[in-house]
């Protein structure tokens, strides 16, 4: 897993340039949701996915305790 920090997560979102039609929550739970499956995967390294669990659960966090907006512009 390439992404280890919570302005990389961000910096990703962005850079995937999806406009308004997504929003960051949607895309942290999907990716949340990704990463959950992947610890199924026997012949996957297991710690970096914990990791990557574990930002997306803080940018969560943050992202309703703070606003979106907030969020973005904090990691930008």
């Known amino acids: 897993m ?3 920090s919570t302005s990389e997560y961000i910096e990703f979102f962005i ?3 999806m406009g308004e ?3 960051l ?3 942290v739970n999907n990716e949340k ?3 959950k499956q992947k610890l199924e995967y026997k012949s996957l390294e297991k710690e970096p996915i914990r990791t990557g669990i574990e930002i997306l659960e803080g940018l ?3 992202i309703n305790k703070v ?3 907030a969020v973005l512009e904090k990691y930008k």
């Open 25 to 27: 929550l949607s895309f």
């Open 15 to 17: 850079n995937l340039n």
């Open 2 to 4: 390439g992404i280890q």
């Open 33 to 35: 949701l990704v990463l």
């Open 60 to 62: 969560v966090k943050e």
């Open 21 to 23: 039609n997504v929003s």
């Open 67 to 69: 606003g979106e907006k």
